[in-house]
């Protein structure tokens, strides 16, 4: 964030979240979410594929999306709410976009994504840092 006051930003690293994997639009999550029905409340899971996520610190979102008896259903939640009780990684998936909006034209097997194989650390600690073998000159 760019343009954004360091009170602000102190403000909000106070009420940021450290609980929550690290994910990505195309990985397969499930979400614990707090549901109050009849002044009782309850958690109910809910697992599908994020096809969206906004990374604004203490105002971050990410969008799930799963099929429920042949109907996409959606879901919008607050990284950092309270309603949000726990995120589960399931499994990573391979794309190549940020924003998987176009699932929702898509069913059936045109609607898979590829699993992606290791973990997300290692791509960043191998891809970004400095090779430790020596280069042939």
Sequence with gaps: MSNSNPLIEAIEASYKRSDVPEFRPGDTIRVHAK???GGKDRIQVFQGVCIH??????RGSFTVRKISH???VERVWAVNSPRVVKVELVSRGKVRKAKLYYLRNLSGNAARIRARLGGYANELLTSGGESSEPQGD
């Excluded at 996520?53 to 203490?58: E, F, L």
């Design 35 to 37: 549901i109050s029905e």
């Design 53 to 58: 996520r906004k990374r604004g610190g203490a």
């Design 70 to 72: 042949g109907v996409g």
